[in-house]
């Protein structure tokens, strides 16, 4: 089983300068930065990425930096639970609300703890993981069998009992 590493962002089609960025007075994210969105449909996603290399982000984004107290497998989980309804204002176009976002109290146990609830919820979900593909195998099965009961119906190679 492979342990739920947050998914990293992928290689970036634009760069700019570490010179650059200080021009833009653009603060510099450090690798191994947790990043999701913070306005639009993307929010609702839920999805949350690390960054591998240092990293600039525009104000759609928001940005969680795990220290040294912060494993980052377990931080993704932790914010994966968030209960966005409660945290994301409605609207045409919805955005995350900050001030409950920062509001918002996150257990921090100590590291190897974390690092333990990681690995469980690991173990667990790569066993929901595995049920999922196995029910969607089942499903594809269903159908390809329910396709070939019609074509075989309508093609008269089985029989159909007369009604009385």
């Not at 949350?48 to 989980?77: E, G, H, V």
């Not at 001030?99 to 146990?109: A, K, L, S």
Request: net charge negative.
């Amino acid at each position: 089983q492979e342990p739920h590493d947050p998914q990293q962002l992928g290689e970036p089609e634009d760069t700019i300068s570490r010179e650059t960025a200080d021009k833009l007075r653009a603060k510099v994210l450090p690798s191994g930065t947790l990043v999701m969105a913070k306005i639009g449909a993307a929010l609702l996603l839920g999805r949350i990425r690390m960054a591998t290399r240092p990293s600039c982000i525009d104000n759609n984004m928001l940005a969680l930096s795990p220290k040294l107290l912060l494993y980052p497998r377990y931080a993704t989980y932790m914010l994966e639970g968030l209960l966005l309804d409660r945290l994301v204002q409605p609207g045409a176009v919805p955005s995350l609300n900050e001030r409950e976002f920062r509001r918002t109290v996150f257990p921090v146990p100590p590291l190897d703890e974390q690092r333990e609830i990681a690995d469980y919820l690991d173990a667990e979900t790569a066993k929901i993981d595995a049920l999922i593909s196995k029910a969607e195998r089942f499903i594809e099965l269903a159908q390809e069998r329910r396709a070939a009961l019609i074509t075989a119906a309508v093609t008269g190679q089985i029989e159909i009992p007369a009604e009385d």
